[in-house]
């Protein structure tokens, strides 16, 4: 062969790779990161492993929108909304049971953040989460939903379910809060869903200025599906299936706890999204009773969501459809509650 000829295909080589790492480098990923995390690696402190491959751009998850009719066309509807835009399920998995809200995002879906007075959650000079008016307030999601608070001029609340975290101290809502694009509250450290106005949703870890792109956004966490791989405790390095519990490396002082119940058959809750044809997005939320947090993830997973958050679990496990509890067990009162109403 000749000189010339080598360095021709040498050339091309080289043209190639050039090509793959712009097109790597610059692909969007739908998964936005705080600045607080793209600083810590920059700088070399300590992440997990799973959070720096995940940084990685997601491949696209085919048909999303097909699997999650397969998965509900072997689930019992309760109820459709909307032309479909708001769906309810139930669902035998193994021993238990899990029920799930389907909601479309598009203009006449409407996310909010709701408790049952208008309470404004926030942060302390400390940054501890506080009521504004120092007072305490949780409630039910049960009376939230029915609270004349909860009430929208020309909308209908059809599903609502206990999300955020709280304790004896900290009263409000432990994670981010954003209500109809105001920012009430920051902690890039704990995972959140967030909603934009152009229908769009994710699951990440998000600073205050990325929050102000968000209308809708709600704290909980852990992550329990991450790009299409479930979070499961029982392994400690990725596999082609799994990831690490807490794979986005969540500040939970109790995380213990977390593994206690995610591995036990406790009642759970989740969110979790996934893509629609034309860019708009779709979120399942959930409630579980009876099964494990990686037979809940997998099944979110099924229904083509590639990202999921959890919320308070065990007691604090709660919903209701169009104003009616759908566990027989007493409710807890909790700081606020997801909830999804439908424009008449």
């Not at 509807?77 to 998995?93: H, K, P």
């Not at 193994?94 to 909010?112: I, K, Q, T």
């Not at 969110?271 to 099944?299: E, H, K, M, Q």
Request: aromatic fraction near 8%.
């Amino acid at each position: 062969m000749s000189q010339r000829r080598v360095f021709q295909i040498a050339l091309g080589l080289l043209a190639g790779l050039g090509v793959y790492f712009l097109f790597t480098w610059f692909t969007p990923d739908a998964t936005v990161f705080s600045r607080y995390v793209l600083t810590a690696a920059m700088a070399g402190q300590p992440m997990t492993e799973g959070l720096v491959a995940h940084m990685l751009p997601r491949p696209a998850l085919p048909a999303a929108h097909e699997r999650l009719e397969a998965f509900n066309r072997e689930s019992a509807l309760q109820e459709r909304a909307g032309e479909g835009r708001v769906e309810f399920y139930r669902r035998g998995i193994g021993g238990g049971e899990l029920l799930y809200a389907v909601a479309r995002l598009d203009e006449r879906v409407h996310v909010e953040v709701i408790n049952a007075d208008g309470a404004v959650p926030g942060s302390d000079a400390s940054g501890d989460t506080i009521w504004l008016d120092g007072r305490r307030h949780l409630q039910p999601v049960v009376e939230m939903a029915s609270a004349p608070f909860a009430a929208r001029e020309g909308m209908e609340l059809l599903w609502a379910m206990a999300f955020g975290f709280h304790g004896a101290v900290r009263t409000s809502n432990e994670g981010s809060v954003v209500i109809n694009g105001v920012v009430h509250r920051v902690n890039p450290w704990r995972g959140a869903l967030c909603i934009t106005a152009d229908q769009r949703a994710m699951i990440g870890l998000f600073d205050a200025e990325e929050l102000r792109r968000c209308q809708q956004a709600v704290g909980g966490g852990p992550v329990i599906l991450w790009k299409g791989k479930i979070a499961n405790p029982a392994v400690d390095a990725e596999t082609s299936e799994f990831l690490p519990f807490n794979p986005l490396g969540e500040d939970f002082v109790q995380l213990d706890w977390r593994i206690t119940v995610y591995s036990g058959a406790y009642p759970k809750t989740a969110v979790c999204v996934g893509d629609l044809p034309g860019g708009r997005s779709f979120l399942v939320l959930a409630n579980s009773a009876g099964i494990t947090g990686v037979d809940l993830a997998r099944a979110l997973r099924d229904m083509g969501c590639h990202d999921a958050l959890g919320g308070d679990d065990d007691t604090s496990t709660q919903a209701v459809w169009r104003g009616q509890p759908l566990w027989p067990r007493p409710q807890r009162p909790v700081p606020d509650a997801i909830a999804v109403y439908l424009r008449r």
